[in-house]
Every structure is written in structure tokens, then in C-alpha cells.
């Protein structure tokens, strides 16, 4: 068979040089070029994917040509009685290799490149003299293994088309990927003379796959942190998930999350990571006094891009040498209650909208979170509590009850029930009304916290009544308890700062014990409120047990 490098001469030669010559010898003229090759490679190319069609085309024309080759070796008088037509087979065949918009490159069967087409040189930047006689290892990055490229040479080396992906390199340096069809070829015994690889560049394709994979990729990050912000029960682990979010994705060098504490109007922060004290974040005035900050009066994030050239926020306190940083505001239900402030030397790898965007969508996420918390806390608030006198409501005090006694069970321990009564407090409301009631009903309520935090639980139990639970009390103790209480509240003038009106009143006060006589919470509400009624009975401003 011809040597498949007489394709690489007739690039050089002239129709008029080679018309004439018998293809025999051609092969000798060219087979005098060709080097000695002692040593075989184990990897070949990697290389492109040609759209199907063209790529079939041409692998078959190629292989159309080496059949050609061997029927003229085998049959040199045809060659004589039809040269015109070979030699426009050549030239139509060479025509489709050196102008095909596919990378081509041939090798012999140790894997030596013997022919490159002018696409090769245009897509790597190595000419045909800087590759021809070389292996196509020249084009492997060194980060890139040879394993794939050695279960390719066992391929195509068992007389089969191998298909794939490679990163390859160019002549700069520049890194590129290709798609390869790379096919043995046979003489007329079978045996493996060359390899033809058809490539094609996929770069594009590449790089717009791995775009889009980082999108979804963000994308479901994005939606599991949605689910984990809807899923949080308290502010803490809101703060600690968005830090852990913000470092995986734009990996800063420090995170600090600044809020509003709108009962001292301070500032004060829950989280810095690296940890580092509130004093050495922000300075002493504008945690005083938060309008210092512009992000919190502005609400609008700010980005300092090189501390070298730009000023920082009035209210930092933070020293930084290079870089800058982005401060986000926290805003949810029409108001500002904080602000996330990411430090970056190099602040270059936050440059462009969607990375800023993307920011803003976690920190706006936990605004909303926090928002929800604040909003739950508000309702439990309202639902746990009574408006008027700020102690535990009715509603909340069944069951709070029924834990204690549970937990007293457990622990087979006693509990006291006290159900305090003011007394005449319907006059208090005919003579003064409903304004000063709350008053007295507030001012009593102070007086039982004050008087009874280290024993039990105040609530809130009729229009006025009040209820305390004392775990692990004995009766003796509640009845000795109960009485001092009634001594401090007959002797407290209740009064109204803006009438000076002063008002005195008395309390009775029934108690009831669990486990006797009560076993269980009805029972006991049901002796508490007897002892009460005997109270009240006995003539008020007293205590009665049951």
C-alpha cells in the first residue's frame, strides 16, 4: 500500500509535476522522505467532534482513498489505461482535507504525526514543521492524567474507532477542548499502517455547559438555603446559615452582620466571622447612635472597591490595608434592621452585576426570614401574654400549667396553685374607670413579679384574678408566701401619675396543693377556686387552703 504521507507532498506538488508518475512511483519518492521511527508512543491527539455528516464524509474519503491506494498496487494497469481520473480523485480528496473546517491529523501506527491540516495550525498555532515527526503528546497539559489517553491507544490499537473529549493545549499555552473521531487504518493484509483523527473545537460549547451547570448549580444552592431560612426558629441560626452560604460562594475574607436594636436604638452585632470585638467593628458613636451609618439611614447597599483611593463608612471601625467591601442592608416590611458588611482583599473577583445581584438575593432572603421571626414572635407574644398587665395570659396559663404538672409528677414533687383576687374591683372601675383599672390591674401585676420571680409563674386568669404556679412548693410555704404578699399590697398605694390619684385595695388569695388534694389540673383549679370563694366569704383580705 502508498504511504498515507503523500498526501503531505501533494500539498507541495503541482498537477502538471506528478501527472504521469505511476503511483508506484510516487511511493518511492515519498517513502524516501519518510523517517526511520524506532519508538512507539502509547498516546495519540486528542481531538474535535466534526458534525456527523461531514465527519463521515470525510473519514470517508479518506479511507476511500487508502482502498484506492491498495487497488492501485494491486492492479498497476489500471493506473495506465484512467490516470486523468486518479489524479482528480487526488486532487478532489485533498481539496476536501486541506479545506475542511475540521481539525485532521494523521499519524503512523507508532502514533507519529505525519500530516496536519492547514485547521490544525489555525486552531493550536503549531505549523506543520513544528509537529510532523513529533508525538501528539506536545498539545497534553500537565494537569491532565494519561490514563484516558492510554485506554484510547488500547482502543483504536484493537483496529477500532475511538470517540471522546480531550483538553488539549496550544501553542501559547492556551488551554482548549475537542471532540475526536480518531480511526485505524488498514492495508490490504488487515494490518494497521495509520490513524486518522477528525476533530473538533468545542471550547465554546464547553465553557457555555459549564455556565450553565454553575447556574443550575446556584440555583439549587440558592433554593436549599430558601428552605433552610423558611425552616428557621430563631435568629441565630438564621445569621450562621447566611454566613456559611456567603463564604462558600463568594468565599470572603470576613463577614459581619450588624442589626438594630430598636428598644435602646443601638447598634449591636451578633455575628463577625473571624470573631472579633463589636469595639474593633464599629465605632463607639454609631452604636449609639445608628443614624451615624449611611447603609441604615440610606438603605441602599454600598461597595468600596480600594480603601487606597476611597473613604469608609463613618460608622466602621475596622482597619483594612487593601481591597474594600460590600455593605447590604436588611430591609423587610418596609423598614431597615440591619446590615451584612463582606471585607475582600481581592474585591476585583466581585466585580459585575450578577455576582452583586447574587449577594443581594441570600442577604434579602434572611431579611425576609428574619422579618417572618419577628412577626411569630409579635403573634406568640400577643398570645402568650396579657395586654393590659404584660404577665402570662389565661390561654397560655392551662398550659403552662399542665407542664409543670407533669413535669412535677416526674420528679414526684408538690406544686402550689395561688388564685389572687382584687378586691372591689368593680368599684374601683364604677368610681375611677376602665383607665385607672388598668392602672391598679398593671401596678398589682408589678407587685406580684417583683414579690413572687423566685417562686413561680404569674398569669393573667380573670377580669381580676391573677394565677401563680409554684413548682416544688409545700403548702405551709405557699399559705406563709401568700400572706406576706397580702401585707405588701394592702400596704402599696396604687396611684395614677397624670390625676394623682391615689388608690388603696386588698387581695384574697385561695391555694390549692397537688397531689393532695388535687391529683390532676382540673382538680386543683377547682380546689384553688374554692379556697378563693372561702376567702371572700371570711370577709376578703385574706387566704384560705384547701
Known amino acids: 500500500m502508498a504511504n498515507i504521507s503523500l498526501i503531505k507532498k501533494l500539498r507541495q506538488l503541482q498537477p502538471e509535476v506528478y501527472k504521469g508518475k505511476t503511483i508506484t512511483e510516487l511511493t518511492d519518492e515519498l517513502n524516501a522522505l519518510q523517517p526511520q521511527l524506532t519508538e512507539k508512543t502509547d498516546v495519540v491527539p486528542s481531538a474535535t467532534q466534526q458534525s456527523k455528516l461531514e465527519q463521515e464524509r470525510l473519514l470517508n474519503s479518506i479511507n476511500a482513498y487508502m482502498l484506492w491506494m491498495e487497488l492501485q498496487n494491486r492492479q498497476p494497469k489500471a493506473e495506465a489505461c484512467e490516470p486523468a481520473r486518479a489524479a482528480g480523485d487526488q486532487n478532489k480528496l485533498w481539496c476536501a482535507i486541506e479545506q475542511s473546517s475540521s481539525v485532521i491529523v494523521i499519524t503512523n501506527n507508532w502514533g507519529i504525526i505525519e500530516y496536519v491540516n492547514p485547521k490544525f495550525t489555525q486552531l493550536t498555532g503549531y505549523s506543520p514543521e513544528e509537529v ?149 467593628i464599629i465605632k463607639n458613636e454609631a452604636v449609639l447612635d445608628p443614624s451615624l451609618c449611611t447603609v441604615l439611614t440610606g438603605g441602599q447597599m454600598h461597595t468600596l472597591n480600594d480603601i487606597a483611593k476611597e473613604s469608609p463608612c463613618q460608622c466602621l471601625q475596622h482597619k483594612i490595608e487593601k481591597g474594600g467591601y460590600v455593605s447590604i442592608p436588611l430591609i423587610a416590611g418596609g423598614k431597615t434592621f440591619g446590615m451584612v ?83 372591689h374591683f368593680k368599684e374601683i372601675l364604677d368610681n375611677y374607670g376602665v383607665n385607672v383599672g388598668d392602672l391598679v390591674l398593671q401596678q398589682v401585676a408589678g407587685v406580684l413579679s417583683d414579690f413572687l420571680r423566685e417562686y413561680g409563674v404569674i398569669a393573667r386568669y380573670g377580669n381580676d384574678e391573677f394565677a401563680i404556679i409554684m413548682p416544688d412548693m409545700s403548702k405551709n410555704r405557699a399559705l406563709v408566701l401568700a400572706d406576706d404578699l397580702r401585707r405588701i399590697i394592702e400596704s402599696t398605694d396604687f396611684e395614677d401619675g397624670e390625676t394623682d390619684l391615689s388608690v388603696t385595695l386588698t387581695v384574697s388569695i385561695g391555694i390549692a396543693t397537688f397531689p393532695e388534694p388535687a391529683a390532676d389540673q382540673e382538680s386543683l383549679i377547682k380546689c384553688a377556686n374554692k379556697a378563693l370563694y372561702k376567702a371572700k366569704e371570711d370577709g376578703r383580705n385574706r387566704i384560705a387552703a384547701i
Not at 490499537?157 to 473529549?165: A, M, T, V
Open 341 to 423: 458588611i463582606l471585607f475582600k482583599e481581592n474585591m476585583a473577583s466581585w466585580e459585575g452585576e450578577k455576582i452583586r445581584r447574587l449577594m443581594s438575593n441570600y442577604i434579602g432572603l434572611t431579611a425576609l426570614a428574619l422579618h417572618r421571626l419577628e412577626l411569630l414572635d409579635i403573634a406568640k407574644h400577643t398570645n402568650v401574654t396579657d395586654e393590659v398587665t404584660a404577665v402570662y395570659s389565661n390561654r397560655f396559663f392551662n398550659e403552662l400549667l399542665g407542664k409543670q404538672l407533669s413535669l412535677a409528677k416526674r420528679r414526684n414533687e408538690s406544686l402550689c396553685l395561688l388564685i389572687v383576687d382584687v378586691d
Open 132 to 280: 510532523i515527526g513529533k508525538n501528539p503528546r506536545i498539545l497534553k497539559p500537565d494537569s491532565v492524567s494519561s490514563g484516558d489517553f492510554r485506554k484510547m491507544w488500547e482502543t483504536i490499537s484493537l483496529g477500532k474507532e475511538w470517540r471522546g473529549e480531550f483538553c488539549n493545549k496550544k501553542k501559547d499555552g492556551e488551554l482548549y477542548w475537542e471532540f475526536a473521531s480518531i480511526s485505524p487504518v488498514k492495508d490490504a493484509n488487515g494490518a494497521i499502517t495509520h490513524y486518522v483523527a477528525v476533530k473538533e473545537d468545542i471550547t465554546e460549547r464547553k465553557r457555555a455547559d459549564e455556565e450553565r451547570n454553575n447556574h443550575l448549580r446556584e440555583l439549587e444552592d440558592f433554593m436549599s438555603f430558601s428552605t433552610i431560612t423558611n425552616e428557621a426558629t430563631q435568629d441565630e441560626s438564621l445569621f450562621k446559615q447566611l454566613s456559611t452560604a456567603l463564604h462558600t460562594h463568594f468565599m470572603p475574607d470576613m463577614v459581619v452582620i450588624v442589626m438594630i436594636d430598636r428598644e435602646r436604638n443601638m447598634l449591636y452585632v451578633p455575628l463577625s466571622e473571624p470573631l472579633m470585638p463589636v469595639q474593633d
